[in-house]
C-alpha cells in the first residue's frame, strides 16, 4: 500500500520559515519524480514545486521562486519543502504528490498518488 504522509505544517508568523517533510512507503521511491500542490480555502489545488527522481532537476511556481526550495533523499524515502520568508498568501492546505515519471511535472492530473495533506498557517 502505498503512503505519502506529510509533516511540519504548523501556524507560523509572515517572514518566518517552515520546512514541511513527506515520508514515502509502498513504492519505489527513486522511480517518483515528487511535487507539492496546495490548497487554500476556496481556490483551485494548485502546484508548488516539483524535483526530478535524481534531484538534479527542479521546479517552483512563480508565486514562491527565491522563498521556496524542494529536495529529497533517495536514502530515507523523504522529500522535503523548504519554505521561507513567508506570506499570508502562503497559508493553505499543502499537498505531497508521486508521478511515476523520471521528469517533474506541474500539472495535477499527471500525479499518482497523493498525501492527505498538512495545514500551513501564515499570520499577518
Known amino acids: 500500500q502505498v503512503q505519502l504522509v506529510e509533516s511540519g505544517g504548523t501556524l507560523v508568523q509572515a517572514g518566518g520559515s517552515l520546512r514541511l517533510s513527506c515520508a514515502v512507503s509502498?513504492?519505489?521511491?527513486?522511480?517518483?519524480?515528487m511535487g507539492w500542490f496546495r490548497q487554500a480555502p476556496g481556490l483551485e489545488r494548485e502546484f508548488v514545486a516539483a524535483?526530478?527522481?535524481?534531484?538534479?532537476?527542479?521546479f517552483v511556481a512563480d508565486s514562491v521562486k527565491g522563498r521556496f526550495t524542494i529536495s529529497r533523499d533517495n536514502g530515507k524515502n523523504t522529500t522535503s519543502l523548504q519554505m521561507s520568508s513567508l506570506k499570508p498568501e502562503d497559508t493553505a492546505v499543502y499537498y505531497c504528490?508521486?508521478?511515476?515519471?523520471?521528469?517533474?511535472?506541474?500539472?495535477?492530473?499527471?500525479?499518482?498518488?497523493w498525501g492527505q495533506g498538512t495545514q500551513v498557517t501564515v499570520s499577518s
Open positions: 504528490v508521486a508521478d511515476r515519471n523520471s521528469y517533474p511535472r506541474r500539472t495535477r492530473d499527471v500525479y499518482d498518488y
Open positions: 524535483i526530478s527522481w535524481t534531484g538534479s532537476t527542479t
Open positions: 509502498g513504492l519505489i521511491f527513486s522511480d517518483y519524480a
